[in-house]
């Protein structure tokens, strides 16, 4: 897609000793759109906390200068940021000290990439943390406000309009069937959707926010399988 580009990139911070687990989720992290910065230890942790924001905190639990449940209560008590603890300890005793300490979810080492991805983004979403703004070119989403603008102008959109818009947001990267469609935008306006009101609805929002709706670029079709948000 021409000038798709993230605004603000969300930023998670790694606490972690084993640098090639570090390593490893700085390119997945990375890969995914995320800014990521990373500490070896528990004071260098505290250190940036005092400087910087963060979105979220993946927090190993074994550091070679301290607890990390120790600095998972540090942060519950001064911050708002969600902890996600990362883990070999998976006895259950373990677990439930996490939980109780205020962890926003406990994964245990070795993890699958994916499944981190997918906790991560829950963990976000949940906190209300994810990104907010997003543009494409001209085009300028702003999820906090349920606004959308074009070269700096108001677009209009219906409530359908805006949930469809939304859906593909949600869904970057991946191709949505027409079904699919029909069951994240049914009955948002109390109004009753079939599949020629959504090619309709599709065909209102292109005009509103491509620059040639005839040859979208940001809301793509994918002959015999639906429709196409790239990331």
């Known amino acids: 897609m021409r000038g798709d580009e993230v605004e603000r990139k969300i ?41 910087e924001e963060f979105a979220l905190i993946l927090l190993d639990l074994m550091l070679p200068d301290g607890s990390g449940y120790a600095l998972c209560t540090f942060i519950r008590q001064r911050l708002d940021t969600p902890v996600i603890m990362l883990t070999a300890m998976d006895d259950e005793a373990s677990v439930v ?28 979403r949940r906190s209300g943390k994810n ?12 999820t906090l406000r349920a606004a959308v603008t074009r070269a700096g102008k108001d677009v209009p959109l219906s409530a359908l309009e ?3 818009l939304l859906t593909f947001l949600n869904h970057r990267g991946e191709v949505l ?19 020629n009101t959504l090619t ?28 196409l948000m790239e990331k």
């Open 11 to 51: 930023k998670i911070f790694i606490v972690e000793d084993d640098r090639e687990i570090v390593r490893n989720l700085e390119i997945l992290l990375t890969e995914e759109g995320y800014a990521v910065r990373s500490a070896s230890t528990r004071q260098e942790a505290l250190t940036l906390l005092g400087q």
């Open 97 to 124: 000290t996490g939980f109780d300490l205020g962890a926003d979810d406990y994964v245990t080492k070795p993890f699958r990439p994916m499944e981190l991805l997918s906790r991560i983004k829950n963990v976000l």
């Open 131 to 142: 990104q907010s703004v997003y543009t494409f070119a001209d085009l300028r989403i702003d």
């Open 162 to 164: 805006y949930r469809l």
């Open 177 to 195: 069937s027409r079904s699919r469609l029909l069951e994240e935008i049914w009955d948002v306006a109390g109004d009753f959707v079939n599949d």
């Open 200 to 227: 309709v609805y599709i065909k209102r929002l292109r005009e509103k926010i491509e620059e040639d709706p005839a040859h979208p670029d940001i809301i793509k079709t994918v002959r015999g399988l639906g429709y």
